[in-house]
């Protein structure tokens, strides 16, 4: 069995050949339609779930990832349902969502994780995203264990991971 990192760069692949083929691919699979009702991170985000809150305001929520890539790994997501990053637009609504998140993300760190040293924050880019939910990735470095630092690469414009302060700069209204 290979690692899912393995098994998500081949859908990469296959779905980025599906994109060149036909530029619709995505939209008329509805990727980027979110049924709320059967995402769970919309769940999450009403309290439907068993999972453990560690921050709840009007925005946002934020909990632990079920499978952490590093010594503190927090996620923090929109209570509205927000697709991906590429739904973000250059506007102040958006620019002020993801400032708050972030926020957030750095004091529960600062909070959980003092000793460590260093901490990144971002998210992943479609269609290496794992959810169809706007989610920031909260890590406390080191990675556990060590390879898993391959997940949090930015790929250019292949998509990959996309640090916070980098999505930031690109959604600031102008």
Not at 35 to 62: G, M, N, P, W
């Amino acid at each position: 069995m290979f690692p899912r990192w393995v098994t998500r760069a081949r859908r990469f692949a296959a779905t980025s050949l599906q994109v060149i083929r036909n530029p619709n691919y995505l939209s008329s699979r509805g990727a980027m339609a979110g049924a709320t009702s059967s995402c769970i991170f919309c769940q999450i985000a009403r309290s439907s779930t068993s999972t453990t809150l560690l921050h709840t305001d009007e925005k946002v929520v934020a909990f632990q990832d079920i499978k952490p890539s590093a010594f503190r790994h927090y996620l923090v997501i929109p209570v509205e349902h927000i697709s991906t990053v590429n739904d973000l637009q250059r506007r102040a609504e958006d620019f002020s969502l993801v400032s708050h998140m972030l926020n957030v993300g750095q004091t529960l760190l600062r909070r959980d994780a003092p000793q460590s040293k260093l901490y990144r924050f971002g998210f992943h880019q479609p269609p290496l995203n794992s959810v169809n939910h706007l989610h920031l990735h909260c890590l406390a470095l080191p990675f556990t264990p060590r390879w898993k630092h391959i997940k949090y690469l930015s790929l250019g414009p292949l998509g990959g991971f996309i640090e916070a302060e980098k999505l930031l700069e690109r959604i600031k209204p102008s």
